[in-house]
């Protein structure tokens, strides 16, 4: 009788929880069974094994083999349970020492020649490793992603012949290396021109990470000012990087790790499903708003997307953070994104233009606005207009915008104040830091509550205002908000009316 025990990494939502593989080799006629909740792609593992293992020229067994995957009631999924399940049937029947085992794990698919294929998720694998004192082996191909976890001793292998002789101690294997970091071009705010207001709105939107909504007429800039919000936003930092770069790490889109701080701008089609946006499935994976963490989402056409699909973003907008239950299992994926959302003012989109050319009823326009629930409207703090540029505002030789590293020098100092003082981003205020650090005068608060009452707000929407209010004192280096700073926060609420 011969047992052996491998320690491997599974996948749930970012996480990755340990799993002990453990092989037992008994008498009885030759088979081979996996337990401990395997999902289609761990069971067909058994034929993959086989062939790897005899293409290494290792004896595969003419035992019963029986492999468990502990713990028994983690749902186990994909070809990252290979590597592990051959070398404990290598070592259970001794021919690799089970010692050498003791202070490793390993992640990787097998193909039947015995090639190491990469799986998804090397990266949460490599963070969570790091805390359990043990090196990590990955295939090569995810080597240069793992190694972004660098509290972590990664080695990479080609084949299982490889890792067999490196455990037999004849070879050893290279430590994967992180990539060389490249610049990401990002869309410069200097190509826009005019929209003095966008413009003064995407900056405030930047430095207190605020979400915003950008109204006017087709053509006006609306998708050329979203695009450069990421221009804005200071360089992430390394756990902000590392977080966003899990997410991307198990998505199953593609990973690359040579991009890792470059914060993410997602701008998903307006067809795209709830299930798109906040992610889900048999297996969870995450959708737009966690593939936009600690970046932006860009909604275009806001007014033509489903009902469903926008109503699914008041949580995340909220919470910063999305659950998704299955019987089986429950995943969690963080969300902590910038909404910044376009739309048409009507269905012809020229409302209020100045050629009055819009010829739709006023119940018209308020249908087409009612498409996009009061509840949501209400989770954005920036409400903008965008009007249509005259032609001569549009010459070549016309005077260039601000660039986005003039605006980011400013941006960042306000997110360094905010910081300093709270820890947090404004848009990240709670109630009782809202109380606390966005305090008006008495006049000054007299004038919020009649604009509340004036406006038909809620709460939900003076609290944001004040945060808001706060974000353009910081931009201005004061220490309290002013009258001036309230008003301008005012002016950001609410969408033209028809």
């Known amino acids: 009788m011969g047992l052996a025990l491998v320690h491997g990494r599974a996948r749930a939502g970012i996480r990755a929880p340990e799993v002990k593989v453990e092989v037992h080799l008994g008498g009885g006629l030759p088979s081979m069974s996996i337990v401990g909740l395997p999902e289609a792609a761990v069971r067909e593992a058994k034929d993959r094994v086989r062939a790897a293992i005899q293409c ?21 999924c994909g070809g990252r349970f290979d590597l592990p399940i051959a070398l404990g049937i290598l070592a259970a029947s001794g021919q690799i020492p089970a010692d050498a085992l003791r202070d490793w794990e390993f992640v990787g698919e097998l193909g039947l020649t015995g090639e190491l294929r990469a799986v998804d998720g090397a990266l949460p694998a490599a963070l969570a490793v790091a805390d359990s004192g043990r090196a990590l082996l990955v295939p090569a191909a995810n080597g240069a992603e793992a190694a972004l976890a660098s509290d972590v001793s990664v080695h990479t292998a080609r084949t299982l012949l490889e890792v067999c002789a490196m455990l037999g101690g004849t070879r050893a294997l290279p430590q994967a290396v992180p990539p060389t970091q490249r610049e990401v071009a990002v869309p410069d705010l200097r190509d826009v021109r005019g929209q003095a207001q966008a413009r003064r709105a995407l900056e405030i939107a930047a430095a207190g990470g605020h979400h915003l909504l950008l109204v006017g007429s087709p053509g006006c800039g609306k998708t050329l000012l979203a695009s450069r919000l990421p221009g804005l936003l200071p360089p992430a930092s390394e756990a902000e990087a590392l977080e966003t770069a899990a997410v991307l790490s198990i998505s199953g889109r593609g990973f690359d790790p040579s991009a890792w701080r470059t914060r993410p701008f997602r701008a998903p089609h307006h067809t795209a499903s709830a299930i798109a946006l906040i992610g889900g499935g048999g297996d969870p994976r995450p959708g737009e708003v966690s593939l936009a963490h600690q970046g932006v989402l860009f909604l275009d056409e806001l007014p033509e997307w489903q009902r469903q699909a926008l109503e699914v973003l008041r949580e995340p907008l909220e919470s910063g953070v999305v659950t998704i239950s299955r019987a089986a299992r429950q995943s969690e994926f963080p969300a902590r994104f910038q909404l910044v959302a376009a739309m048409n003012p009507c269905p012809c989109g020229w409302a209020g233009d100045s050629s009055g050319r819009c010829r739709c009823s006023t119940d018209a326009i308020n249908r087409y606005r009612a498409r996009i629930s009061g ?10 207009e965008v009007p249509r540029l005259p032609p001569a505002a549009l010459r070549p030789d016309a005077p260039a915008g601000e660039p986005s590293a003039d605006v980011a020098i400013r941006v960042a100092a306000a997110r360094a104040r905010q910081l300093a003082r709270a820890g947090t981003l404004n848009a990240q205020l709670d109630q009782s830091g809202t109380d606390r650090y966005c305090r008006l005068a008495a006049k000054d608060q007299a004038l919020l509550e009649r604009a509340i009452e004036a406006l038909h707000l809620s709460a939900r929407a003076m609290h944001r205002i004040l945060r808001v209010a ?12 002013a009258t001036s700073h309230l008003t301008e926060a005012l002016g950001y609420r609410g969408i033209p009316a028809p």
Do not use: S
């Open 375 to 384: 509840p949501l409207l209400d989770r954005i703090d920036l409400h903008v």
């Open 56 to 76: 290494a020229q290792y004896e595969f067994p003419a035992r019963r083999i029986t492999v468990n995957l502990a713990p028994a009631d983690l749902p186990k």
């Open 470 to 481: 706060r974000t353009i004192a910081d931009l201005e280096g004061a220490d309290v908000i």
